[in-house]
């Protein structure tokens, strides 16, 4: 068996299409059906049914897909090392990042970062926590960056801050300058909150919830700046870590007020990598930078 093949039907996989991988590729058709028959002979069974509406993977086609993906990931950070010995200051970093994290943490991080080395490239997907930590364990990321992760042994954290969530308020609400706000006064206000299936609203439902109190939102959204314009705009309120809002706060456009009376709701920002792969130069650099930007931006 030879590497192209498994590429062949990596892409194979991903597209569900001869021609579709074949452009990808940029090869003939036949050439990949030729490498799947390569395949197919090395592993002695079929991998693939061909059908009018496509390809269709066979149980063992199964089992190799499953596989493939994550050993020629494996692969592409072998070279990223081997690149490492020869002094070569270059490659890729996948990051997988959700909620608070991405703005206020990741945004300047790599801002900072690539000034000291312009030579590296970065692909950030925005994620669940639970899909960051499936990235990092299946090798499609390098480093996580995570709010309200469950909790696994399957990835070693490198780092961790406890953050708080606050009410965020316009800076001339009436209520700016009050040191704290309760859970009663807050279910008052026109509140603009993340949807139901992201962890921080399942939180404060919890907390409302227990406290006996209803709250119905008058925006739900899925976006971190769609909540922030609206506080911008004057239109509700909303909850976040107040560094998700560090820069509206300091230009005087925003303050973040605690809750008061209840215990609220805390989390971690936690910084992952797999416990049983080696980074390569640029990521581990860059997780090494990461965790001294969370040591010294984010309080406990």
Known sequence: MNLRALLYFDELVRTNS????????????????????????????????????????TAAGEFLAARAGKTLRELDQVHQLID???????????????????????????????????KLRFEVRITSARQAIDALVSAQA???????????????????????????????HALASKDGISL?????????????????????????GEAGISCEPVVT????????????????????????????????QMVAIPLVGTKGVRTYVELCVAPDRELSFAASTLADFIEHFMQQSISK
């Open 18 to 57: 001869m021609r579709a991988a074949a452009e990808n590729l940029n090869v003939a058709p036949t050439a990949i059906s030729r490498q799947i028959e390569n395949l197919e002979e090395y592993f002695g069974t079929q991998l693939v049914e061909r059908s009018s509406r496509g390809v269709t993977l």
């Open 84 to 118: 490492d010995l020869k002094g070569l200051e270059r490659g890729q970093v996948t990051i997988y990042a959700n909620g608070a994290a991405v703005s206020s943490l990741l945004a300047p991080v790599l801002a900072q970062f690539s000034r000291t080395y312009p």
């Open 142 to 172: 390098d480093i996580a960056i995570t709010l309200f992760a469950p909790k696994t042994a399957e990835v070693k954290i490198r780092a961790r801050r406890e953050i708080a969530y606050d009410v965020i308020l316009p800076a001339g």
């Open 184 to 208: 009663a006064d807050l279910a008052t206000l026109p509140l603009a909150l993340p949807e139901r299936n992201f962890a921080a609203r399942q939180a404060f439902d919890a907390l409302f």
């Open 221 to 252: 959204a899925s976006s971190l700046e769609i909540l922030k314009e609206l506080v911008l705009d004057e239109t509700a309120v909303t909850v976040l870590p107040a560094m998700a809002v560090k820069r509206e706060i300091k230009s005087g």
